[in-house]
T-cell receptor, first 111, second 113 residues
Framework: DAKTTQPPSMDCAEGRAANLPCNHS???????VYWYRQIHSQGPQYIIH???NNETNEMASLIITEDRKSSTLILPHATLRDTAVYYC????????????FGKGTKLSVKP | SQTIHQWPATLVQPVGSPLSLECTVE??????LYWYRQAAGRGLQLLFY??????ISSEVPQNLSASRPQDRQFILSSKKLLLSDSGFYLC????????????FGSGTRLTVV
């Protein structure tokens, strides 16, 4: 599975959009981009995933560059409850391989 | 709907004592099951995964073992705990490894004293 690079930490003001970047320059054509988040002392929670096209769900939007070498997770109106570690993971969607978590980005939403 | 149960929530054990953490899944059949560990201030580390009864794969050498005696039961064990075994242990399941469907339990915080 391709490796990802994320900033270790970011701050965001409550009510503003949080834009979390992820670089995955060695991504393969059949690898998806997945985002999970882990709120303190809880298990990780799936947020969104995509292959080529931008995706949106009730939690977030995922913007993938045309060359697929990077992506951005957008939380449109961050709240204090969005404070968490956000993990960007790239891998083949339905493989028997396992979900490997990197260090992620610690997002702190401030009032 | 599917649910995952993990217990106990917290555990304090002396060095050298045995360990048994249990995880069960309801509402699905033949899930892939996983044990992860998160040491203090560190990332999630995959310890074991299982694609079926009695099938266990270990990702890292360690003082722990895993077993899957039933389809929806996954157990993490140790014969003698070390201080370095302290951490936050998470069980998870997925449908045949599909990465958008990993569901994690609430975790067990283990402190070895």
């Amino acid at each position: 599975d391709a490796k990802t690079t994320q900033p270790p930490s970011m701050d965001c003001a409550e009510g503003r959009a949080a834009n979390l970047p992820c670089n995955h320059s060695t991504i393969s054509g059949n690898e998806y981009v997945y985002w999970y988040r882990q709120i303190h002392s809880q298990g990780p929670q799936y947020i969104i995933h995509g292959l080529k096209n931008n995706e949106t769900n009730e939690m977030a939007s995922l913007i993938i560059t045309e060359d697929r070498k990077s992506s951005t997770l957008i939380l449109p109106h961050a709240t204090l409850r969005d404070t968490a570690v956000y993990y960007c993971i790239v891998r083949v969607g339905g493989s028997q391989g396992n979900l490997i978590f990197g260090k992620g980005t610690k997002l702190s939403v401030k009032p | 709907s599917q649910t995952i149960h993990q217990w106990p929530a917290t555990l304090v054990q002396p060095v050298g004592s045995p360990l048994s953490l249990e995880c069960t899944v309801e509402g699905t059949s033949n899930p892939n099951l996983y044990w992860y560990r998160q040491a203090a201030g560190r990332g999630l580390q995959l310890l074991f995964y299982s694609v079926g009864i009695g099938q266990i794969s270990s990702e890292v050498p360690q003082n722990l073992s895993a077993s899957r005696p039933q389809d929806r039961q996954f157990i993490l064990s140790s014969k003698k705990l070390l201080l370095s075994d302290s951490g936050f242990y998470l069980c998870a399941w997925s449908v045949q490894g599909w990465a958008d469907g990993y569901t994690f339990g609430s975790g067990t915080r283990l402190t070895v004293v």
